[in-house]
């Protein structure tokens, strides 16, 4: 029975922190950064199946802020992969009790 209840607050845990890394996911740009001509950079990404360019321009500092929310996201993405393993491994947990 104690089992069971650590079971369960580690399953609500987790669906919360998957709700909290979705959202995180949504505020953050997506795709990845490209340098055309040395100079000129670009946020190359998909939506509705097409690819598409945003031009961000030459602006290091933006450049640099760019790349550190996308290297978040990819950090976020990771983190998420693994919370949504452990959420297949806490719904076996709880089918076998």
């Known amino acids: 029975m104690l089992i069971n209840t650590i079971i369960k607050k580690e399953a609500d845990r987790n669906e919360f922190m998957i709700q909290q890394y979705e959202a995180l996911l949504a505020?953050?740009?997506?795709?990845?950064?490209?340098?055309?001509?040395?100079?000129?950079y670009y946020l190359k990404y998909r939506e509705e199946?097409?690819?598409c360019d945003k031009y961000i321009g030459?602006?290091?500092?933006?450049v640099a802020?760019?790349?550190s929310k996308l290297e978040l996201r990819h950090h976020y993405m990771e983190m998420l992969s693994s919370?949504?393993?452990e959420q297949k491994m806490i719904r076996r947990m709880l089918e076998e009790i």
């Open 27 to 40: 505020e953050l740009p997506k795709g990845s950064l490209v340098c055309r001509k040395g100079k000129y």
């Open 83 to 85: 919370l949504k393993q």
């Open 58 to 62: 030459t602006n290091k500092e933006l």
């Open 65 to 67: 802020d760019i790349r």
């Open 49 to 51: 199946g097409k690819i």
